[in-house]
């Protein structure tokens, strides 16, 4: 009787307890509900708009027409893609994609870490905010308004050939010679996201402690070795989460800045596979083709970013 009544009285305690955490859980759902529902227009968004068009991928492996539509076309299998790389022409766009890309990273990546270092070494508020507002400004620019700035200074007949013609006697064509056109396209590029890029370091370097300043101060570090020791090394876990992301988007050139910059006499160079899905697939109706393209782009981009977190993983500063 007394072993019965213990095994009662233990079943009663562990029902009050399941009770009791299933109220606590449920407290906590409701103390989060305006969470939630600040979450679930972000939520709907990306199943809308990024998860359920992914469905449309199945074109890559048919024969996509428009009467027959994403289900009835033929299957195809992987002929698409071999078409694509026997192709001349799809090997070059992946290499022109490839080549501006990741120039694009490691040579536009550093700028928004040191720039954000110089803006918060600024004592003078006033001359701060004015620096902050001038660099984070060309971010809130179109490309087209972009490109026709860039275009007025690098033309034939631009400001900086005017320049150029009186030094030099005659203009450059800056935009029509390949390894310039590479340099406008990355100077351009960085001048337009540098400074909105750099709100995240700047954001990252409040949070070190001054005190490892004063530290460093005191054992007679100056301002190099502060920088070296202490804002770099603080920076680190925000500039690995940043490269691990950059590094997914590789083989994504954005068509609007190629698009708006680009000539024949450059395509060897400037023709990349976002330019080439607007003209082939959109403009030619090449659907299958390019949606072979844009998944290609989209597996190479996945497998760079798992690389680079399995990498950033050996010194603990894995994304996941």
């Given at each position: 009787m007394n072993n019965q009544q213990a095994w009662d009285a233990g079943l009663q305690e562990k029902k009050l307890s399941t009770q009791r955490r299933s109220l606590w859980n449920n407290r906590r759902f409701r103390q989060n509900v305006p969470l939630w529902l600040m979450f679930l227009p972000v939520a709907v968004f990306y199943i809308l708009f990024k998860y359920t068009p992914m469905l449309g991928l199945v074109i890559a492996f048919k024969n996509y027409t428009f009467y027959e539509g994403i289900w009835g076309s033929q299957w195809v299998g992987f002929d698409n893609f071999t078409n694509l790389f026997t192709q001349a022409q799809s090997v070059q766009i992946i290499r022109n994609t490839l080549v501006l890309s990741i120039l694009s990273v490691f040579v536009g990546f550093p700028f928004p870490i040191a720039l954000a270092i110089m803006m918060n070494e600024v004592r003078k508020t006033w001359f701060k905010r004015t620096v902050q507002t001038l660099v984070y400004l060309p971010h809130f620019f179109s490309w087209v308004v972009v490109g026709g700035i860039v275009l007025t200074l690098f033309s034939q007949g631009g400001m900086l050939n005017e320049l150029v013609a009186k030094l030099l006697g005659e203009p450059y064509a800056f935009l029509f010679h390949e390894w310039s056109w590479i340099s406008i396209f990355l100077g351009s590029g960085i001048w337009k996201e540098a400074g909105f890029s750099a709100i995240i370091y700047l954001a990252a370097l409040t949070v070190i402690d001054p005190s490892l300043y004063e530290a460093a101060s005191i054992d007679g570090a100056g301002k190099w070795k502060q920088m070296w020791h202490v804002t770099l090394?603080?920076?680190?876990?925000?500039?690995?989460?940043?490269?691990?992301?950059?590094?997914?988007?590789?083989?994504?050139?954005?068509?609007?800045?190629?698009?708006?910059?680009?000539?024949?006499?450059?395509?060897?160079?400037?023709?990349?596979?976002?330019?080439f899905i607007y003209q082939a697939g959109l403009q030619g109706g090449q659907f299958s083709l390019t949606a072979a393209l844009g998944l290609f782009e989209s597996v190479v981009g996945l497998v760079l970013v798992v690389i680079t977190n399995a990498i950033a993983r050996r010194f603990n500063k894995e994304l996941w």
């Open positions: 090394p603080g920076l680190s876990p925000t500039i690995i989460v940043m490269l691990i992301l950059a590094m997914g988007r590789v083989m994504e050139v954005g068509f609007d800045q190629v698009y708006v910059l680009q000539n024949s006499i450059v395509a060897n160079i400037s023709e990349v596979i976002s330019t």
